[in-house]
């Protein structure tokens, strides 16, 4: 099983603009049409309930795709769950690890948020990061990595994705 990370920061490493949770407001066209083919690409995705309740109105369930989202309180949830398809766990992520693992899934993708992915990180869960690096700065908001983390990473691919300067890089993660 692959477990990759999907993110976009600014160049400051901030994932949201301050406060401002919603980060399609400052992300670029070729971000959303990468992180749309990420989605595609992948059989599992594993998100927080802030990332969660952000994009829920956007989510078509389906069977091809099952969405975990862990939360600390997924009996808030319990009337929202889809067998299969949107499940909400309070496991570890070595748990929900194993747990994926069981079930067969073979791609597995980490959408946010920043506690979670330095989970991953700190465990030695994640293959590969996918990471958008957007031209702004902010100075505050979300950081990806909450706290310290040594991962060694090796530099897949890197494109520029518009004039603006928008990097589309890709890494695997070294163990």
């Known amino acids: 099983m692959e477990i990759a990370v999907a993110v976009v920061t600014s160049l400051d490493n901030r994932m949201t603009h301050g406060n401002q949770d919603d980060i399609h407001t400052w992300v ?3 971000d959303q049409v990468r992180f749309k083919a990420l989605r595609q690409a992948h059989d599992t995705l594993i998100m927080g309930s802030t990332v969660y309740e952000l994009m829920r ?3 078509a369930h389906t069977s091809e795709r099952l969405r975990i989202v862990l939360t600390s309180r997924p009996g808030d949830y319990a009337a929202e769950g889809v067998p ?3 499940e909400f766990h309070d496991k ?3 748990e929900i690890a194993s747990y994926l693992e069981a079930q067969g899934r073979q791609k597995v993708l980490i959408v946010g948020g920043g ?3 330095t989970d991953f990180l700190s465990h030695g869960l994640v293959d590969k990061l996918y990471l958008t690096l957007e031209p702004r700065l902010f100075g505050e908001g979300v950081q990806m990595v909450t706290q310290p983390v040594d991962c ?3 530099l897949e691919s890197c494109e520029q994705a ?3 300067g928008t990097l589309l ?3 695997a993660v070294e163990r």
């Open 162 to 164: 518009n004039e603006a």
């Open 28 to 30: 670029s066209h070729e």
């Open 169 to 171: 890089l890709t890494y």
């Open 84 to 86: 299969g398809q949107l």
């Open 115 to 117: 506690r979670m992915i």
């Open 152 to 154: 060694k990473l090796r």
């Open 57 to 59: 109105e956007a989510m």
């Open 92 to 94: 570890t992520v070595s």
